[in-house]
């Protein structure tokens, strides 16, 4: 796993590269022909922030710091082989992840689309899904916001069932990080359906892993932004009132996991498929639009999350499962399977079994379907940067988003002496936005997003074992690759491990290599930790703090000027948090 340029190593490096410099030398000592290269994943946003600091452009920044750290290598005695040395914002590297994206728009794989994003308001850019810890975003540690752009994703869903069968082979794989794949993946098996609306033309789509359950369902959860929300807005003010109040909240998983459950009555009725009852339909903020259909059939009974919305709102709890202990509801849900009951001609059935007829008698009625679900969601991979890798599109008037011509690449970001202020991204840059259509010629601009940082370092493995000039690999590739160990923390199992693997799925569908996963075996070598320490801005986001600027008076720490520093602990050491 390669550095950042963040300017010196720090102990967690030290330890990382110590270890795989001893396994160089003893595979070399067994007569093994080794390949341990040294580059450097060196665009995103701590070389912004740090060149807004210093008042110096990101580049120059990063130049100066690579051969300061390469200096700091050689001084360990790393056995690398510097010839093979990548730079991750060299034109001559990006050129090839700029040619891949067009491949890959071409094949498909691509999309532009207006989505509702997670947005950092400390980075000022688009975060994914995986990007996203606690609600928090990985880098800022601030309470991400959700904002709706056009953006680009790639269509790593299409993969999901390869990339989680793909677990079962990585057998030299911590079984701990295949396990945080698997659940990020999140496969389930369940039943889609609809329940139609009382007094209304129209249905309500529902997907659910638990038709065993169905007749525990005493309301219906939709999304602030489903469809039907949308209609009550002009009719309904107090719908109105929820929504504006609900719009900008965090949206992520994890901040939706501890936030308190939420909602309003709209007062329609969905007809209960099978015994016909009506069933309240509400607006609830554990409802996300962007999975499944944005609504939900609630059964307090049994899932613990429609329990606790159900007490708050005073909405019956039904039991119609029993286990073999015989639990009751009374203070919380019983999630797990057994024999049903209170369920009409169902009653004594398992819940696998009452799952298969229950799917075959809506069938019939309500073109209930089983489906295969993914908890993964398409890689969302523009941002809002300047220092980043520009994403290869022409907006053109007449012909719409087209990939640039190919003898054009790299397309280089514009020269700038320094950045002054956070959010600078290339739209500022309306010069280097001017162009000509590829397919018409007539004027049109170039897209201002950059790739998320995570596009290059998901296959710079690739490039260390194959550099032609011509081409983005040649057959040197597979002769190295797949890697053979691979050295880095836990941290990267749902970020950079996942990712590495979905680019090698999608290096080899475009005939580039022939391996199916980037690495055979996987060390996770612990984290070093210290102390992290941050301030307080205008907004009460963290500004992360060096040590050695801190003044202890007494128990108080403090800046120079006097502001009050407040301590995170010890946490991994990190350029963005200034603990390394």
């Known amino acids: 796993m390669f550095p950042y340029p963040s300017g010196n190593l720090h102990m967690g490096h030290v330890r990382n590269y110590s270890i795989g410099d001893v396994i160089s030398r003893f595979k070399r000592m067994q007569g093994y022909n080794v390949l341990q290269p040294m580059g450097w994943d060196a665009f995103g946003l701590p070389a912004e922030n740090a ?10 920044w990063t130049k100066e710091n690579i051969q300061n750290m390469r200096g700091q290598f050689d001084t360990l005695g790393f056995s690398y082989d510097w010839s093979r040395e990548i730079n991750t914002s060299s034109p001559n590297y990006y050129r090839w992840e700029q040619w891949f994206f067009i491949q890959l728009f071409k094949s498909g794989l691509v999309e532009r689309k207006e989505s509702e994003v997670n947005w950092d308001p400390v980075d000022q850019t688009v975060l994914a899904n995986e990007q996203v810890i606690d609600g928090k975003g990985w880098r800022s540690g601030v309470e991400i916001e959700r904002k709706k752009i056009n953006q680009y994703f790639l269509k790593i869903t299409k993969y999901a069932q390869e990339l989680l069968n793909g677990l079962d082979d990585l057998e030299n794989w911590p079984s701990q990080v295949k396990l945080m794949q698997k659940n990020w993946i999140g496969k389930s ?19 659910t892993t638990r038709p065993d359950t169905i007749f525990g369902t005493t309301y219906c959860a939709i999304a602030s932004d489903h469809p039907l929300a949308i209609d009550l807005i002009e009719i309904n003010p107090e719908v109105k009132k929820f929504i504006k109040q609900n719009k900008n909240k965090n949206k992520t998983e994890a901040a939706i996991a501890k936030q308190e459950k939420i909602g309003i009555n709209t007062s329609l009725k969905a007809i209960h498929p099978i015994t016909k009852e009506l069933i309240p339909i509400w607006i609830a903020n554990f409802v996300l639009m962007e999975y499944g259909s944005g609504a939900v059939m609630c059964v307090p009974g049994h899932d613990q999350r429609d329990y606790e919305f159900a007490k708050k709102y005073e909405i019956p709890i039904l039991q119609v499962i029993k286990t ?21 001609s169902y009653n004594d059935l398992s819940s696998d079994e ?8 809506l069938s019939r009625t309500c073109d ?7 908890r993964l969601r398409d890689w969302g991979i523009s941002r809002q940067r300047y220092w980043g890798c520009p994403i290869p599109i022409v907006h053109c008037d007449d012909c719409g988003h087209i990939p640039v011509n190919e003898k054009d690449l790299p ?6 002496d320094d950045i002054t202020s956070k959010g600078l991204s290339l739209k500022g840059f309306k010069e280097w936005q001017k162009t000509n259509c590829p397919n018409c010629s007539k004027p049109a601009k170039r897209e201002t997003d950059t790739f998320d940082t995570f596009f290059e370092s998901s296959w710079y493995s690739a490039r260390f074992a194959s550099q032609p000039n011509n081409c983005m690999l040649d057959d040197e590739a597979d002769y190295w690759l797949p890697v053979d160990h691979y050295i880095g923390g836990i941290e990267h199992a749902i970020l950079h491990l996942l990712y590495a693997r979905f680019f090698n799925l999608l290096m080899r569908d475009q005939k580039l290599i022939s391996s199916t996963e980037p690495f055979k075996k996987l060390l996770t070598q612990g984290m070093v930790l210290a ?25 108080q720490l403090t800046l120079n000027d006097g502001s009050k520093v407040m301590t995170d602990g010890m946490s991994k050491m990190s350029k963005s948090k200034l603990n390394g």
């Open 531 to 555: 102390d992290a320490f941050y301030t307080l801005d205008k907004n009460s986001n963290p500004e992360w703090v060096h040590k050695d600027k801190i003044v202890k008076n007494g128990e």
């Open 368 to 374: 209930a379907e089983i489906q295969t679900n993914y």
């Open 51 to 60: 060149a807004i600091e210093n008042k110096v452009s990101p580049r120059k």
């Open 411 to 416: 397309i280089e970001l514009p020269e700038i």
């Open 189 to 207: 098996k369940g039943l889609n359906f609809s329940f139609e609306i009382d007094k209304r033309d129209e249905i309500l789509e529902v997907f």
């Open 324 to 344: 073999k202990n015989n639990r009751t509801i009374e203070k919380e849900a019983i999630e797990e399977k057994g024999i049903l009951i209170n369920s009409s």
């Open 354 to 361: 009452a799952f298969e007829k229950i799917a075959k008698d």
